[in-house]
């Protein structure tokens, strides 16, 4: 993913579509994330800028507590045809860009993993998932001509120098919090 954080809301939406067009332009074909606190219109210029796109199919997935990998694969894979045995792209000759809305929603198993975002992992790593039906379970799909867009709320502290200075605790990239020993 490219990383981009929004600190504060546009003042009009065409502000927000053209944010959404910079990052566009800019990273190409690539995967963007987009970081920001609420009600900064993350989700909101993506959308504008999807509108303005015609050369591009849009699909977008909001995620929820109740987000598994399974509605996820299934989403995803409703959007797309068989080209050849396991290769899968949209309908027609044109890419598609799939945002995931509130990506930090699906909850964390028994063990603190969350395994939606790990097979968003995959896509982004593999370009592709591997098949859930049982004749097929185990073998590989390729996915190709997707463009991958997620906002995720800017819930978590992230490393800056004001949490630098703090002297009573250390920021591990949004992960934990170590208290210092007095």
Known sequence: ??????????RST?????????????QGQKSVLIVGGPGTAKT?????????????LFKAFTFSAFTTPSILQSGIEFELVRKR????????????VMFFD?????????????????????LLEQSGLYFLTP?????????ARLQFIGAIPCTC???TSDAA?????????????IQKKK
């Open 1 to 10: 993913f490219f990383f981009c954080m929004i600190r504060r809301p546009p």
């Open 14 to 26: 065409r502000k927000a579509s053209s944010a959404a067009s910079d990052v566009y332009k800019r």
């Open 44 to 56: 909101s210029a993506v959308i504008l800028y999807s509108n303005t796109k015609r050369e591009k």
């Open 85 to 96: 045995a396991r290769n899968f792209e949209p309908e027609g000759d044109k890419m598609m």
């Open 102 to 122: 509130d990506m930090n929603m699906p909850m964390p198993n028994r063990w603190g993993y969350q395994p939606t975002l790990e097979l968003i992992r995959q």
């Open 135 to 143: 004749e097929q379970r185990g073998d590989f799909m390729s996915l």
């Open 157 to 159: 502290l992230l490393y």
């Open 165 to 177: 200075d703090d002297a009573l605790r250390v920021d591990l990239g949004g992960r934990r919090i």
